[in-house]
């Protein structure tokens, strides 16, 4: 009894050191115009805009926050009227940087995941229109500010995602990638 006493005690002093604050993340914002590989040739794809959420808990280790996000883009390709989808869902380790006396803080971060990557051949390859899900990963780096007094927080970011090669209708060597900025609110229970 005395064994099972002291074990819950020390989880009890521990567990402060482990916990953080739960938090949820909105954000929008524009992914970036890129080259993407589709079957072996290189097609640009037009800019568009992103949005997504999040949610995590705060300080788990330190300045080290954890979460899990998803992010939806949509872009279409400029040489056909067709379009390039994707969405993601990650796991990230953030590392917050929060001067003291300043409310804003600078971060940076990484993930990894799964992507879904649609391909939509409208009218034009119907035939080709379908989507897989692939390993992926991410780095973000941005800055929060802080609103005095209160549990929310305001940010802006840059985002890079890659996904592993996805087969889609017996088409191989599909790549993903995007740039990514944006902004959004995040508000700490």
């Known amino acids: 009894m005395k064994t099972a006493a002291l074990s819950l005690g020390l989880m009890a002093m521990a567990t402060p050191a482990f916990a953080g604050d739960l938090y949820v993340k909105a954000f929008g914002g ?15 794809t037009e800019g568009d805009f992103s949005f997504g959420g999040a949610v995590g808990l705060a300080e788990l280790l330190g300045p080290l926050d954890i979460e899990v996000d998803v992010l939806h883009t949509d872009r279409e390709f400029e040489s056909a009227p067709t379009s390039l989808s994707s969405t993601s869902v990650m796991a990230n380790a953030v590392f917050r940087f929060d001067p003291p006396g300043l409310p804003i803080g600078p971060y940076v971060g990484a993930g990894v995941g799964m992507i879904n990557t ?9 035939a080709l229109t379908g989507d897989d899900w692939t390993v992926g990963w ?5 800055a929060e500010y802080q609103v005095s007094l209160s549990p929310l927080r305001v940010f802006a970011e840059w985002r890079y995602q890659q996904a592993g090669d996805a087969e889609i209708q017996g088409i191989d060597d599909i790549e993903y990638s ?4 944006l902004g959004g609110v995040r508000f700490e229970f």
Do not use: M, N, V, W
């Open 30 to 44: 524009y992914t970036l115009g890129s080259e993407q590989e589709y079957g072996g040739i290189d097609f640009d």
């Open 118 to 126: 649609r391909y939509d051949g409208a009218g034009l390859f119907p």
């Open 138 to 142: 991410q780095a973000l780096a941005g």
């Open 178 to 181: 995007a740039h990514s900025i």
